[in-house]
């Protein structure tokens, strides 16, 4: 179930774009303003809006700790800001003062990238605020921007519908059209779809553009096999171009905002529509999701922001046919030799499942799978493939045993898979249980334990948005 919680209407135009860290909102419109609220309230912050752009502010972003935001604007210029003061830190300025469409931090805060109208992407050294590097497009404008998880490329995308992949020197790894009519955005999944240690990472990426399609795609970068570029499948459902489209901190929502007023709420794995959000009067120009809850803001022609909630539980529990990894143990445990090649297809092991069939794999028998009878029995040689079943088969036990016990897994820390008593954020962007992450810091020095990357700064940040969400649901739940 998804409810609305709050509505904004500060801006006085079109709201052009929002952006969450994990203790505030931003929004930027028309109006040449950016808004800043706090997520304990939704009260306006004091030295809020932010005024400096001379035309529209078109898109805004946070760095992963939250410390800076940028906005960018039809002036030709990326503005950096202080998110605690709400002061200056540097005025970046496009070569040739071209508008610039689009801007966003790398997930290592290093670089900041910004997109402009006469194709031109540049990237700027976060540490000294000076210009790193820069490339172009061939045609179009540049309105559309995201940055792959791991840091290793980040994608482009144009007016006339070509997305194009850079990697972190500005090389240019692969162009190809995506969206005959023009893309709008685009966005990764923060979730790898393979985290096989023996093998490159595969992450999902949505598109959206002027044709009204969402399109997934599956991007990999290793140093065997170069970069690719997959078509997966297209998303239906709007009647009219879809202007923004983001997934969920946990990669298991996408949504989309279109022209024809509507928000939808997809099933990635399944392509299944789970909800239609229609409050907006005007056109939806922008939606994303907080980094660490389950919190949707859509921004709107109306002038307007509505901040929506989704139910936990009912994220949790989707159909057992769909999505048999988010049931119960007993439900599992009751799995037919069909729900298990559905699971392996949603784990992205769908050569296994031929296999699995011929051996007669049920649900008991997934759960009992070791090392030994991957081998031994089921005959599956490669050892990156036999930890990645392993490792999915743990991860599915954790779910089962999270969602036994009713605790929402956003509410467990990464590394211990505990209930949090003490969250706070990383520079990485992900909360874990204080504790925890003091004593990983100290074993394994600066690498994030979600990206496997450098840490750029070893602060850590209370989030009290997410600490006062666990007693909520602490007060409701075990009373």
Avoid at 92 to 111: A, E, H, W
Avoid at 411 to 422: A, D, G, N, Q, V
Wanted: some cysteine.
């Amino acid at each position: 179930m998804v409810t609305l919680i709050h509505t904004l209407a500060d801006h006085g135009d079109d709201v052009n774009c929002c952006a969450f860290s994990s203790s505030l909102l931003a929004t930027c419109s028309l109006d040449k303003t950016i808004r800043l609220y706090s997520l304990n309230d939704f009260n306006e912050l004091p030295y809020s809006p932010l005024k400096v752009h001379t035309y529209a502010v078109h898109c805004c972003c946070f760095s992963p700790s939250g410390h800076i935001l940028a906005s960018c604007s039809t002036d030709g210029t990326t503005v950096l800001w202080n998110t605690q003061t709400g002061h200056i830190l540097a005025v970046l300025n496009q070569p040739n003062g071209s508008p610039v469409r689009i801007c966003k931090f790398s997930p290592d805060s290093m670089y900041l990238v910004s997109g402009a109208a006469d194709g031109s992407v540049v990237s700027w050294n976060m540490q000294t605020y000076k210009l790193f590097r820069c490339g172009s497009v061939k045609d179009g404008s540049l309105v559309a921007c995201a940055f792959c998880p791991n840091g290793s490329h980040f994608v482009t995308g144009s007016s006339c519908g070509d997305l194009t992949v850079w990697d972190d020197k500005m090389r240019c790894l692969h162009s190809e059209k995506a969206h005959d009519l023009g893309i709008t955005c685009c966005d990764f999944s923060s979730q790898p779809i393979s985290d096989d240690d023996y093998g490159p990472q595969f992450f999902r990426m949505a598109s959206c553009g002027q044709d009204c399609q969402i399109k997934l795609w599956v991007t990999t970068l290793s140093d065997l096999s170069g970069f690719e570029l997959k078509y997966k499948c297209t998303l239906s459902g709007h009647s009219a171009p879809v202007l923004s489209c983001a997934f969920s901190y946990d990669g298991q929502i996408l949504v989309s905002g279109s022209v024809d007023k509507s928000v939808i709420v997809y099933e990635p794995n399944t392509g299944s529509i789970l909800h239609t959000l229609t409050q907006h009067t005007r056109y939806v120009t922008t939606c994303a999701f907080a980094p660490n809850i389950l919190l949707l803001a859509t921004g709107s022609m109306d002038k307007t922001v509505n901040i929506w909630q989704f139910e936990l539980k009912a994220h949790c529990q989707v159909s057992q046919a769909d999505k048999p990894e988010h049931e119960p143990k007993q439900f599992i445990e009751t799995w037919s030799e069909e729900e298990v090649s559905s699971w392996l297809c949603a784990q992205g092991l769908e050569d296994l499942v031929s296999i699995f069939k011929m051996n007669n794999i049920d649900g008991k028998e997934l759960l009992n799978l070791t090392k030994e009878s991957l081998t031994d029995d089921l005959k599956i040689e490669s050892l990156g493939l036999r930890s990645k079943v392993l490792r999915k088969i743990e991860e599915l036990k954790v779910k089962v045993k999270s969602l036994s016990s009713g605790i929402p897994d956003e509410f467990l820390c990464p590394i211990t898979r505990e209930l949090m008593k003490e969250p706070v954020i990383a520079s990485d962007g992900y909360s874990y249980e204080k504790e925890a992450i003091e004593n990983w810091i100290t074993k394994k020095k600066r690498t994030s334990p979600m990206t496997n990357l450098v840490l750029p700064s070893l602060v850590l940040t209370p989030n009290r948005t997410l600490k006062m969400a666990i007693n909520r649901w602490l007060e409701t739940h075990q009373k």
